[in-house]
């Protein structure tokens, strides 16, 4: 892109009349820079923290169930306290994932949406139009959707992972239980039934907007799904893939 085209494009207008051209140029470039820093800065770091935080929630419920087990395979040590321990704990970190959950689940839905949108808009025209685009477009184009793939599976996979390891604690209770005979204490075994009650009852899910679930099974048919429709894509614009397979896109002017 020339020097007076960017100008025009990313200056906002503005002309300075007594500064050189050059001068123009590098502050129209810094403004540029500014501008799509905050643009994709601030959108980058919501995704980034939403991952950083499911991954510590990930990392507290592993660190919860395997404390889940030890404390009851520790028969002697056992009692009321210990167990209404757990239970606590456990209420604390599902209350954690569910206020996350509020916060993050309409950001999420926008997310996704976004991406499929992106996908489906930016697939169609760059597959129709290949031959008609230069090559640095193309290109440009292809690692926008790149970039939003990779940020639509952080997301996802995280959400996924968090979820699993949360919903773990029933199975890990079952495990820790299976040979435990409280039934001589009754407090004790009353601690055991309430406790194995919540975690029976409590589901911990992570949403888009609680319109869906960020599952593995959901990232999957959304992956399959757009994939079937680049598939139909290209199958109805052969001369576009004939043009990429050969080559034939349109080169930047000099």
């Known amino acids: 892109m020339g020097r007076d085209s960017f100008l025009h494009l990313h200056f906002f207008s503005v002309r300075l009349g007594f500064l050189s051209g050059q001068i123009i140029y590098v502050i129209g470039s810094i403004l540029f820079l500014i501008r799509h820093s905050i643009t994709w800065g601030t959108l980058a770091f919501t995704i980034v923290l939403y991952i950083f935080m499911c991954d510590c929630l990930r990392r507290c419920f592993k660190s919860y169930n395997s404390s ?16 209404k321990n757990l239970e606590e704990r456990f209420v604390y970190l599902s209350d954690l994932l569910c206020l996350m959950d509020e916060i993050f689940s309409p950001l999420v ?8 949108i992106s ?6 025209f760059d597959i ?19 970039r939003l793939t990779l940020a ?7 959400a996924a992972l968090t979820m699993e ?7 890990s209770f079952y495990q820790a239980t299976s040979t435990l005979d409280v039934s001589k204490n009754a407090a ?23 319109f869906f679930e960020l599952s593995r099974g959901y990232m999957l048919t959304v992956v399959g799904i757009l994939a079937s429709y680049i598939i139909i894509i290209v ?19 000099t």
């Open 119 to 124: 996908v489906c808009i930016d697939s169609t």
């Open 165 to 171: 390891e949360g919903n773990k604690s029933l199975m």
């Open 68 to 83: 889940l087990i030890s404390t009851f395979k520790d028969a002697k040590s056992l009692n009321e306290a210990t167990v």
């Open 188 to 210: 004790l075994h009353r601690s055991v039934q309430f406790f194995a009650m919540r975690l029976s009852s409590t589901r911990l899910s992570l949403t888009g907007w609680k």
């Open 109 to 116: 839905f926008l997310w996704s949406v976004g991406f499929v």
């Open 152 to 158: 639509f599976a952080g997301i996802g996979f995280s």
């Open 128 to 146: 129709a139009l290949y031959h008609k685009m230069n090559t640095l477009s193309f290109l440009d184009s292809m690692l926008k959707l790149f």
């Open 235 to 253: 199958q109805w614009n052969p001369d576009a893939v004939v043009s990429m397979i050969k080559g034939n896109g349109q080169t930047e002017p």
